[in-house]
């Protein structure tokens, strides 16, 4: 990203700010997730060098940092788009529990098949979304308080029918044969779990980048009540994009449901905070209206890779955190920086 | 207060017979009457809380009057909606002009009505034809500067996004125009550039309504004028019939300032100071800089 205004020395001060803006704009633009390209690739490079002799660069090792990316990644794609229509869901973590304890009490203690459980979880996380996208859409509640308590209801709910129906908040999942590879599967060392996240990753990238609806995504963060004179129905998008949210949680509970054979409610509540950091991390617009599925792709990388890159060097993992606090703020400054540079109307336009 | 038939002859595409607005206790809009005829510019001009907004919004279907009504090609329509006022070809352009400064200008230009290709699953935006269509239409306004339609629209001036949102206004199909304050925030070059496109769709056979505090902006373009104060028509006239000066003179309340004046002259001459600050009233306007000599500095734009 080189500033180098050159070829406009001949303009007026004003002229030549403006052709820098639109210069850097036009850049950022088209390829917005170049900041964070470049700093996975740095911090990679960190781990190789200071993690390659512990084993970071095997393929134990990087399967290891693909495999937490890989979950994250699943609800962070569609937490992306979500919060790019300028909404947020904090009921992920339940959710997560919520399908994990589904797939526990369904096939471990009713001793049904796998996708029986799968279909309740479903329904179950439809009718959350829909319940969170209808009252954020409805009303004019932030989907913050809505969806704060929707995690508190279904976590809650998801402790208590546990322990009621089978005594335990850790029920043991009894699966097996084809229904199982779908969620528990390795190709090599690689993990199932990667290749849905391959898969929804472009499917999200396809339908923000190419689709109308994908427009209409990014027109709703920007400013939903333009977005709506313009004709596009930001409810829809809304409702339907918590409808995303819900099951891709409710996915991952699931896909951790099946492959440690553990139905748990309490787990994935850290995904609240994770899959938020990826997707700023990421570049997407914490108030919306901007953001790229590969820019979120590459802030999930960089969380997987600092996370687990640092068991490699030995030192205290806490030090994960840092790094990751540390590049969301750089991540947040460079995000201000450009919405500033992308809304300041300058006065002197030249016109043709 | 009935309307003179067009200069041009035709019939009116819009007219406002005896139409109401009343908001619990308040009266917004009385007895408003006008017509807006296809090739012409009708100005409509208030100070602020005369009304401008709410009969606009009438006039796009944001409002439904509580009397009087309203007739579209002479029919007598209800306008239950924005998009019904659409359908029969209003388009209004807001005074924030509507786009949305992180998206392309091309996307802007088709949000909500993007051109698809492909089918079932692969069914997308035709990226190539909208943007090519986007540039063609601004050319065809005498926009140039947007050569690309990938561009931002954050990289665009004020008036070139005012003239991104009437050229997409009218690309769907509107008939009659309707700007509220479309060069109330912007500089004497913008301005021109958005009153040159008002002329250009004036020439296309587009009915205009164009909302205004700018009595100089007004005159440029305008060919007949209905001033409001207190919601009520306070004088409707054709091109040529007032001076500017009457027509601020109008705009500020006519009477009422100049007692103001008077009254604030007789203060100034009995403390005997020398003030070199003028009142702003209407003369002290005709002094003002000639970059903008008649814009009204009491007033801002209505939200």
């Given at each position: 990203m080189?500033?180098?205004a050159?070829?406009?020395?001949d303009?007026?001060g ?10 850097i704009?036009?850049r950022?633009?088209r390829a917005?997730?170049f900041?964070?390209g ?6 990679y490079?960190f781990f190789?060098v200071?993690?390659g002799?512990r084993?970071?660069l ?5 399967t290891?940092?693909?495999d ?5 990644g ?8 979500l919060?790019i ?6 009921s ?6 919520a ?13 049904q ?12 996380a ?5 319940g ?9 509640l932030?989907?913050?308080?809505v969806?704060?308590?929707?995690n508190?209801?279904?976590?809650g ?11 335990t908040?850790s029920v ?8 199982a ?9 690689l ?6 996240w391959?898969?929804?990753a472009?499917?999200g990238?396809w339908?923000l ?13 920007g400013?939903?009540e333009r ?5 596009v129905?930001t409810?829809r998008?809304?409702?339907c994009l918590?409808?995303?949210?819900a ?5 991952v ?7 440690y ?9 850290s995904?609240?905070?994770e899959?938020?950091i990826?997707?700023v991390?990421?570049?997407?617009l914490i108030?919306?209206g901007y953001?790229?599925?590969?820019g979120?792709?590459?802030?999930t ?7 687990a890159g640092l ?5 205290d993992?806490?030090y994960?955190d840092v790094?990751i606090g540390i590049l969301?703020?750089?991540?947040v400054?460079?995000n ?10 300058v ?6 | ?8 002859g035709t019939?009116?595409i ?8 009343q908001?619990l206790?308040t009266?917004?809009?009385?007895d408003?009457s ?14 602020n ?5 709410t009969?606009?919004?009438i006039m796009?279907?944001?409002y439904?009057?509580t009397?009087?009504?309203?007739r579209?090609?002479g029919?007598?329509?209800?306008l ?7 359908a ?9 002009d509507?786009?949305l400064?992180?998206?392309s200008v ?5 949000l909500g ?9 692969a069914r997308?935006i ?13 050319t065809a306004?005498?926009i140039?500067?947007?050569t690309n339609?990938e ?8 008036g070139e996004?005012q ?6 206004a ?5 008939r009659?125009?309707i700007?509220d ?5 912007l ?18 056979g ?6 205004t505090?700018?009595?100089?902006h007004a005159?440029?373009v305008g ?8 919601g009520?028509?306070?004088?409707q006239?054709?091109r ?9 003179n ?6 009422e300032?100049?007692?103001?004046q008077?009254?604030l002259e ?10 070199s ?7 002290g ?19």
């Amino acid at each position: 990203m080189t500033r180098a205004a050159a070829g406009v020395g001949d303009e007026p001060g004003a002229g030549r700010y403006r052709l820098l803006q639109v210069r850097i704009l036009r850049r950022l633009v088209r390829a917005p997730e170049f900041g964070v390209g470049v700093a996975a690739v740095l911090i990679y490079g960190f781990f190789a060098v200071v993690g390659g002799s512990r084993g970071f660069l095997t393929l134990t090792g990087t399967t290891s940092w693909l495999d937490t990316a890989s979950q994250l990644g699943i609800i962070a794609i569609p937490l992306g788009l979500l919060m790019i229509s300028g909404s947020f869901d904090l009921s992920i973590g339940s959710m997560v529990g919520a399908g994990s304890v589904t797939v526990g009490v369904v096939t471990g203690y009713l001793h049904q098949g796998l996708w029986l459980a799968v279909v309740i979880a479903a329904a179950v996380a439809l009718a959350v979304g829909i319940g969170n996208g209808l009252l954020v859409a409805r009303t004019a509640l932030h989907s913050f308080i809505v969806t704060l308590a929707a995690n508190l209801i279904v976590s809650g709910l998801g402790l208590a029918i546990s322990l009621a129906v089978t005594g335990t908040t850790s029920v043991p999942v009894a699966v097996s044969g084809l229904s199982a590879k779908f969620f528990n599967w390795h190709w090599g060392q690689l993990s199932v779990s990667t290749f849905w996240w391959l898969a929804i990753a472009l499917v999200g990238g396809w339908v923000l980048a190419k689709t109308r609806a994908g427009n209409w995504i990014t027109a709703t963060g920007g400013d939903p009540e333009r977005a709506r004179r313009a004709g596009v129905m930001t409810s829809r998008v809304t409702v339907c994009l918590f409808i995303c949210t819900a099951l891709a949680s409710t996915f991952v509970g699931v896909l951790q449901a099946v492959q440690y054979t553990t139905g748990d409610p309490t787990t994935g509540q850290s995904y609240v905070f994770e899959a938020a950091i990826v997707v700023v991390i990421g570049g997407v617009l914490i108030s919306g209206g901007y953001g790229t599925i590969l820019g979120v792709v590459l802030g999930t990388l960089i969380f997987g890779i600092a996370s687990a890159g640092l068991f490699y060097t030995g030192w205290d993992t806490n030090y994960a955190d840092v790094l990751i606090g540390i590049l969301m703020v750089v991540a947040v400054l460079t995000n201000n920086f450009l919405r500033r540079l992308a809304t300041t109307t300058v006065k002197k336009g030249r016109l043709a | 207060m009935a309307d003179a038939r067009s200069g041009n002859g035709t019939a009116p595409i819009m007219e406002l017979i005896g139409v109401s607005k009343q908001f619990l206790e308040t009266a917004a809009v009385r007895d408003v009457s006008m017509s807006v005829y296809p090739s012409e510019v009708t100005c409509l001009l208030g100070d602020n809380g005369a009304g401008k907004s709410t009969l606009i919004k009438i006039m796009s279907g944001v409002y439904q009057p509580t009397a009087g009504g309203l007739r579209v090609d002479g029919h007598p329509v209800v306008l239950s909606s924005p998009r019904a006022a659409q359908a029969l070809g209003i388009g209004t352009v807001h005074q924030d002009d509507g786009t949305l400064p992180l998206m392309s200008v091309s996307r802007n230009f088709f949000l909500g009505r993007e051109p698809v290709k492909g089918w079932g699953p692969a069914r997308r935006i035709d990226k190539k034809r909208a943007n090519v269509m986007t540039v063609e239409q601004l050319t065809a306004l005498g926009i140039t500067r947007v050569t690309n339609g990938e561009q931002p629209v954050g990289t665009l001036s004020g008036g070139e996004r005012q003239a991104l949102a009437i050229s997409r206004a009218l690309y769907f199909g509107a008939r009659l125009l309707i700007l509220d304050e479309p060069t109330s925030s912007l500089g004497v070059r913008e301005a021109g550039l958005v009153l040159r496109l008002i002329q250009q769709a004036k020439a296309r056979g587009v009915a205009i309504v164009f909302i205004t505090h700018n009595a100089h902006h007004a005159m440029t373009v305008g060919d007949r004028f209905t001033v409001l104060i207190h919601g009520k028509v306070a004088e409707q006239f054709g091109r040529g019939e007032q001076t500017r000066e009457d027509l601020i003179n109008l705009m500020a309340g006519g009477r009422e300032l100049e007692s103001l004046q008077a009254a604030l002259e007789e203060l100034d001459q009995s403390s005997g100071t020398d003030n070199s600050w003028t009142p702003p009233t209407a003369s002290g306007i005709k002094r003002m800089p000639p970059a903008d000599p008649s814009s009204f500095p009491l007033t801002r734009s209505e939200g």
